[in-house]
């Protein structure tokens, strides 16, 4: 089978086309035909070799397919060949073909497409998940022309919440007005925190949810409403978010991690929630694709922040 595979660390050069032999199920797992496979940015850090937890060379990353099922291992009768199913799985999605644990295996409805179902995985229910954090009235959403950040807006107006946006650039705040932002902010924009405040009439918002880190971050920090809280998911700048304790004490603040991966036995939950959302049509996914040929593309273009909403490789 053709996978991209690097063998060293580095960048987006490493990525390599190669031929690997076709993985067989075994028991619990079912063998897919990938037609989509999800870019995150853990991929582009397990590339360069900065992911937290190391991995092993050669290594074929990507932890989200969507496609169709081959066959099944000796033990499957919950999933059938022919079946077209989204998933995560620990790595090797960047493949022709890809071993799925049957149980996480989530079929797919007729109509959503491929590139599209990726936006339902990491990203989707990694928006659902955040707004189950806290009862918030307002929130601040930081990347939110991203994968995540797309999303996330869409939701929590579903949810009736009042919703400002943040993003890098001029050139990205039209799309998230699309997705029903109240507010648009760039943080390019030295007085980006001071527009965020005139957007909730000086109050603050409830809840900012940060994957950006560094100093937009901390700004971010400067956005809550007196009890509000800072969400960390993540830190594209490749910076934390550093916060001194006492500055949290005056208008009683509070700051929390959050990981999707915390949450894995509520999957099926979080998926139906956003089944639901497409049904009703009140969800958008935003999709960049590429071509497996174009992987190195596709990484360059999201390590440079060129990318708007999720970004898939597409085989065939």
């Known amino acids: 089978m053709k996978a991209v595979q690097f063998s060293e660390h580095g960048p987006a050069e490493v990525l390599q086309l190669v031929e690997l032999p076709t993985p067989q199920p075994r028991t619990g797992e079912v ?81 959503l497409g491929d590139a599209e179902a990726t936006a339902l995985l990491v990203q989707g229910m990694t928006a659902v998940g955040l707004l189950r954090t806290g009862a918030y009235a ?72 940060d994957a950006v880190g560094g100093v937009v971050g901390n700004g971010a920090l400067r956005t809550l409403a007196a009890g509000g809280t800072l969400v960390v998911y993540g830190a594209a700048s490749g910076e934390p978010t550093m916060v001194a304790g006492q500055q949290l004490i005056s208008k009683v603040q509070a700051v929390r991690g959050y990981t999707l991966f915390a949450d894995a036995d509520k999957f099926g939950e979080y998926v139906g929630e956003l089944f639901g959302y497409l049904q009703a049509g009140k969800l958008q996914l935003p999709v960049q694709t590429y071509s497996f040929a174009e992987v190195q593309t596709a990484h360059r273009a999201m390590e440079s922040r060129q990318t708007q909403g999720k970004v898939a490789l597409l085989f065939g």
């Open 31 to 111: 063998l897919v035909k990938v037609a989509a496979a999800g870019v995150n940015y853990a991929d582009v850090l397990q590339r360069k070799g900065t992911y937290p937890v190391p991995v092993t060379l050669p290594y074929v990353t990507g932890y989200e397919v969507v496609g169709v099922i081959e066959s099944v291992g000796p033990d499957v009768t919950q999933r059938q060949p022919g079946q077209r199913i989204a998933a995560l799985i620990q790595s090797g999605g960047y493949a022709e073909y890809a071993l799925v644990p049957a149980a996480q295996a989530i079929p797919l409805p007729d109509g």
């Open 138 to 209: 307002s929130v601040l959403v930081l990347a939110a022309a991203g994968g995540v950040g797309s999303v996330l807006v869409q939701i929590a107006k579903n949810q009736g919440k009042r919703v400002v946006a943040a993003v890098g650039s001029e050139a990205k705040k039209a799309s998230v007005l699309d997705f029903g932002a109240d507010a648009v902010v760039s943080y390019a924009d030295a007085d980006w925190v001071d527009q965020v405040l005139r957007a909730t009439d000086g109050q603050g918002v409830a809840v900012a949810f």
